[in-house]
């Protein structure tokens, strides 16, 4: 049985770590990243949106959270409904 706060809080984290890797990936190597969505996404040119500004501490914190928060809830939201439809409480 899958406790809804615990996936919540598992996919939360998951993305965290995520979005924590990919942020230092860019910061390390900001070419390299723009170059890794463009052929991510068929040739897309994303180099107009990489802005003029050094990332910085709080481009990183901003979407961090939101990004921890949505996957809590939508984790969290996936586990109920799992246990729902298999009949079991949660």
């Keep these: 049985m899958h ?19 990919c942020a230092l990936l860019y910061a390390l190597w900001p070419g390299q990243g723009i170059a890794f969505l463009n052929a991510l996404f068929h040739g897309l040119d994303f180099s107009r949106l990489q802005a003029p500004q050094a990332f910085g501490v709080a481009t990183f914190f901003g979407p961090l959270v939101v990004l921890s928060l949505w996957g809590l809830l939508v984790g969290s939201l996936f586990a109920w409904l799992h246990c729902k439809l298999h009949g079991k409480s949660g």
Excluded: E, R
Aim: glycine share 6%; charged share 5%; no cysteine.
């Design 3 to 21: 406790n809804p706060w615990k996936t919540g809080v598992a996919l939360a984290l998951t993305m965290a770590v995520s979005y924590t890797v």
